[in-house]
């Protein structure tokens, strides 16, 4: 199993690129199979299982195949991984200003201390 | 201005790196010299640099220089719009779930009609 970080990598990579996020965003939709998520993508099948292999090895997309059909679907805990990282360091920035706001709040003359003097 | 998808690459790009993620979360604790994002890292100042380089062109980062030290600061605007494409999907996979829920509840006979006949 890949370490955090090492998955943070591959999700990251998989999503930078467009037609990868228009494949997550048509599977946040529903299953699909390969050809169905081929259809509106300007590009030849191959490129399109390519692109699917990246989605697959960062483990926001999995598949299956059964009998000729092999269906794909997104991996909603994967994609709740690269979210949380992100809103997690979005969190401790808005502390920190909400912790600012509150010391200026209860010292409202000291910004202004020693100047002028 | 970079169109919203463009951004998305440039900013899901430099997410994907782990260094450039020690410098996200360093700095969402605060601003920093690029001195001392650099101190943690096991790498030369102009490899920090050309990290840091990649985080300002996603506008996930911005500096200043003042005399002559450079402070760098975290964009939370721009953390806001990758976490929240991915939310967004996320969201309407889990409103699918609710709707297929829902519709199993209406129609508690209906999954194995057909089956054993």
Redesign the interface.
Known sequence: MLNQ?AS??????A????TR?VM??RL???PAAVSELAKPLAMSLSAVVQHLQVLQASGLVRSEKVGRVRTCR?E?AA??I??D???A??A???R?LDRLGEFLAAHPDEPNQGSNS
Chains 1, 2 share one sequence.
């Open positions: 970080s943070l990598d591959l999700m990251f990579q999503l930078a690129d467009p996020r997550v965003e946040s939709r529903g997104i909603p994609l709740r690269a979210e990282w992100i809103a360091r979005r401790i920035w808005e920190r």
